[in-house]
């Protein structure tokens, strides 16, 4: 056997994303060479690609065991540690592989991933820029660098990278979609021509059509032509929907688990909380506002605008729900513990984030499911649910591209109007609990009746007032990562309120059920 060989067509299936085989070729390898960094971190590699996590850091480890100065590894290992949300022991590494070599341009972009998915995104882009001194034309890198700067609102910054990366590739899609959230279209303007042409290529990957149908989506709408506009968000939410494996049933009966485990709990006990920050969660219906609600509070000088964190629904997914159902017996477990777990760990992630503010904001949609667990773990918290007309928010979800796995219900008209009824039944729930707790605000009130609707925001977080709250698209101390970015960066508006009239006479699969 030839070992060479042998570890050539395990990369192939590596890159193939063919996990299993090349775990089960890498450990018969090992049994004969145990010895072989290469080996461990190769297994490493397909463990991580599979998701087991934990494991692949075991192996990572031992690769450098025999190896200490393999650096691929340590830039793997790295990575596997920012998948768990290990942040500090996934920046040790990342700067201790830099330390060795200052131009590993996989570690320099990694790093910066792991920046941005903690919004610094001064030091993210500091990075991705010394990556592409050495490498000028890497369009993975690039192309980060533009979400980058659209993030924090540089957006004459990020409309140029991703132009000079059509004009290297005018096939790159999803440079395509970026701009369409940059620019409005006119007709006969020449990226929606380059478009228009692009989608008729056969040798087109589905995940590149999925990409310009949604960008042709957007562009048909900014020129007013409504059908064409849907008949391509049509197709593409349709080629999502083929590829998900989703049942609404599975989503219905998983709330009725929650609501079960809470129904005659006493909210009136609380678990002691173990840090002095207070988070404001903002929640409710993907684009029902809750980017613009955040961009408010966090222009507040007293607030740190976290951004979409996903640190609450990990821990409980791990800690809480178990076969697709939250369970009773685990909540009552984590209740009459000692300690607070559930706060404990968000806060060590939360912590990482190094800010100074008392305040800050967790804009996480999907919270609105854990209000129970907010009430109990975090009773210092504030809680602000955004609720937008039905109509406007479900169509401005199938206008959009997700790409969160607990957003498969999102590619169909029915799924996507059940879902939302889903969502008004447990806020009921929530609301019948712990109404006190709650502050709603609608989005049409918001953008009517701008400054008394903020004053009375801002009040309920127990803030004094700032003038910047009304400003808010002046201030990019908070970046934005959600398909939100454009319109929370301008002044409040209202012309997207009744939106859904352009689209009444093709989406009444889905109306008809709101």
């Not at 540089?154 to 290297?168: A, F, M, Q, T, W």
């Not at 008004?424 to 609608?442: A, G, V």
Request: charged letters at 25%; aromatic letters at 14%; glycine letters at 2%.
């Amino acid at each position: 056997m030839n070992l060479i060989v042998e570890i050539q067509k395990l990369q192939n299936y590596l890159r193939a994303e063919d996990f299993k085989t090349v775990v089960y070729g890498c450990e018969k390898l090992i049994k004969k060479n145990p010895y072989n960094p290469f080996l461990f971190n190769l297994l490493a590699l397909a463990l991580h690609g599979n998701g087991n996590y934990l494991m692949a850091i075991d192996k990572f480890k031992r690769a450098l065991d025999l190896d200490p100065n393999f650096l691929p590894a340590k830039n793997n290992l790295a990575n596997s540690y920012k998948a768990i949300e290990n942040f500090e022991k996934a920046e040790f590494f990342y700067k201790n592989v830099l330390e060795s070599k200052p131009n590993y341009i996989q570690a320099l972009n990694n790093y910066a991933n792991l920046k941005t998915m903690i919004f610094d995104y001064s030091s993210a882009i500091n990075l991705y820029e010394k990556a592409l001194k050495i490498n000028e034309n890497d369009q993975r890198i690039l192309f980060a660098l533009a979400n980058a700067y659209h993030s924090i609102g540089k957006i004459d910054k990020s409309k140029e990278i991703v132009e000079n990366i059509l004009l290297k590739n005018p096939k790159n899609t999803s440079a395509h979609k970026l701009l369409s959230s940059i620019v409005n279209y006119s007709e006969n303007q020449e990226n929606l021509n380059e478009m228009k042409k692009l989608i008729l290529e056969k040798d087109l990957s589905k995940s590149q059509i999925v990409d310009l149908l949604f960008a042709l989506g957007k562009a048909y709408e900014d020129i007013k032509q409504y059908e064409n506009s849907f008949l391509h968000l049509q197709k593409a939410n349709k080629l999502k929907k083929e590829s998900n494996n989703y049942n609404i049933k599975d989503e219905e009966n998983f709330f009725e688990t929650i609501k079960k485990a809470f129904q005659n709990f006493n909210f009136n006990e609380e678990k002691k909380i173990f840090d002095e920050k207070t988070p404001i969660f903002i929640c409710g219906m993907p684009r029902s506002g809750t980017t613009l609600v955040e961009q408010i509070i966090a222009s507040h000088n007293e607030v740190f605008g976290a951004g979409e964190l996903v640190y609450l629904q990990k821990i409980i997914k791990k800690n809480l729900i178990f076969e697709k159902k939250f369970s009773q017996e685990k909540l009552n477990e984590e209740f009459n513990s000692q300690g607070n777990f559930i706060n404990k760990e968000y806060f060590k992630m939360i912590n990482f984030h190094n800010f100074k503010e008392k305040y800050f904001t967790d804009k996480a949609p999907p919270n609105f499911r854990w209000l129970g667990i907010i009430k109990i773990f975090f009773p210092n918290s504030k809680i602000i649910y955004c609720k937008r007309n039905p109509k406007d928010n479900c169509l401005s979800i199938y206008k959009n591209f997700f790409l969160s796995e607990d957003m498969l219900w999102a590619f169909d008209q029915t799924d996507i109007a059940n879902y939302y009824n889903l969502h008004l039944n447990l806020m009921d729930f929530w609301e019948s609990k712990i109404k006190d707790f709650i502050y709603e605000i609608e989005y049409e009130k918001l953008v009517s009746n701008k400054e008394d609707e903020i004053k009375k925001l801002i009040k309920f977080c127990g803030l004094s007032w700032d003038p910047m709250c009304l400003n808010h698209h002046k201030n990019n101390k908070t970046p934005i990562k959600t398909v939100s970015i454009s319109q929370a960066r301008k002044p409040v508006y209202n012309s997207s309120v009744n939106s859904n009239e352009n689209y009444e006479n093709y989406l009444k699969e889905m109306f008809g059920l709101l």
